[in-house]
């Protein structure tokens, strides 16, 4: 037993022992507590000796909740940036995470003591529901080369148009074309509309509009869409050629969005066009740069002809094309429900051709040219008995 009692005596003297050493450690050195967490997360132990002064940036927020916006709505916060360091701190903008949010710097050097602004912009353009964009932005700070700014919130819409704009290129002059537009309302309460008002810039007897209830079905292919209507617009001939826009407006029974806007754009075409690699809409060529006689050179364009003449037009070479090009007229095909009509068109450069430079410019109505190659055509078209294609190129060994 004698040994047992030996245990218990020297287990009572450690114990004891041990709180006498701690509570000398205590009496000698007060305890302050835990070490803060930023003093944690910012510790210079990273930081070489000897590194001088440094900056030290603090940022009064990180993230912000926009709570719910529109989709039309624009939401914009100011965070504030502060330098508690010893030297210049520099602020660099970096990337965000989509073209709907943007941050902006008020500066971009701070002095220790001073303050800047940094104003995180967004537009929300997604679909309804949350959201979370940020943006990043970099710093001289070694305890902080970067951070982000995050903001989030709810996108709710009360109404939408979609597209957001209707659309007609290259109609005819000589037939009327027909587009589509939803107006979406996400509220319980059913959607009504007045009647469209058009701007009174001169064009708009030349459009007829009218609008139906969406069906059950149309509703439900849409997120979150409680009602809404099909709007049809149609563009009547006599048009004048050229681009051209148009508004209609709307009043609605929504008490947060009284009236809704369809902007309309377009332009009106020629009955026949070109189409195709290196074809030039604007200047009306095509352009087939510097070929190599060993190579050669084969461009396959449509001839696109539209108009209620478009299923009776053909084409044919009024004479023999310009040295060395080969030209082959395919067969006509509809596209569109028939709504346009195009023939192929191969220009070709054969292998083995001699130097030639037709790089220069048309000089006047008649098509004449000091060195580019014109390409003609008879047609069909009452309205176009011969159609021109000037061709810029040039041959080399």
């Known amino acids: 037993m004698k040994p047992v009692y030996a245990f218990i005596l020297a287990l009572l003297f450690g114990v004891g022992l041990g709180i006498l050493v701690g509570w000398l450690r205590i009496s000698s050195v007060p305890w302050e507590g835990l070490p803060a967490m930023d003093s944690v997360a910012e510790s210079d132990s990273s930081i070489p000796p000897g590194s001088g002064p440094l900056p030290k940036i603090i940022i009064d927020k990180l993230e912000y909740d926009f709570g719910t916006l529109d989709v039309e709505d624009k939401g914009s916060r100011e965070f ?3 330098n508690r360091g ?10 965000t995470t989509c073209r709907c949010a943007a941050g902006e710097l008020e500066k971009t050097d701070l002095l220790p ?8 912009k967004w ?3 997604d679909e309804p529901g949350p959201y979370q964009q940020s943006a990043t932005f970099y710093t001289n700070d070694p305890r902080k080369p970067h951070f982000k700014i995050t903001v989030s919130g709810k996108i709710t819409a009360a109404l939408r148009v979609r597209p957001s704009v209707l659309t007609f290129n290259r109609i005819s002059a000589r037939e009327s074309s027909q587009g589509t537009v939803k107006i979406l309302s996400y509220l319980d309460q059913p959607l009504a509309i007045g009647n469209p008002r058009l701007d009174e810039n001169g064009l708009e007897r030349y459009f007829d509009v009218s609008s139906t209830p969406l069906s059950d079905r149309e509703i439900k292919e849409d997120l979150g869409v409680k009602s809404g209507f099909l709007l049809t617009v149609a563009v009547k001939p006599g048009l004048p050629q050229g681009p051209f826009k148009q508004t209609i407006t709307l009043s609605t029974n929504n008490p947060n969005k009284k009236e809704v806007v369809v902007p309309i754009e377009g332009s009106v075409g020629e009955e026949i066009s070109v189409v195709g690699p290196g074809w030039d809409s604007e200047q ?11 190579e050669g050179l084969s461009r396959r364009l449509l001839l696109v002809v539209r108009g209620p003449y478009r299923k009776e037009v053909h084409f044919d070479l ?4 310009p040295a060395p090009l080969k030209i082959t007229l395919g067969e006509m095909t509809e596209i569109n429900n028939g709504q346009v009509v195009q023939t192929p068109l191969l220009i070709e450069i054969p292998k083995g051709s001699h130097q030639a430079s037709r790089l220069g410019h048309v000089r006047d109505s008649e098509n004449q040219s000091d060195d580019a190659a014109v390409i003609k055509l008879e047609t069909t078209h009452p309205d176009a008995h011969l159609f021109r294609i000037p061709v810029r190129f040039a041959v080399e060994k």
Do not use: M, N
């Open 123 to 125: 537009h929300p353009t």
């Open 86 to 95: 010893e030297a210049l701190l520099k602020l660099t903008k970096g990337e």
């Open 113 to 120: 003591g001073e303050s800047t602004k940094i104003t995180l």
């Open 318 to 321: 009024a004479e023999p094309p």
């Open 284 to 294: 009306e060529t095509l352009y087939l740069g510097t070929v190599t006689s060993q």
């Open 80 to 82: 504030t940036v502060s």
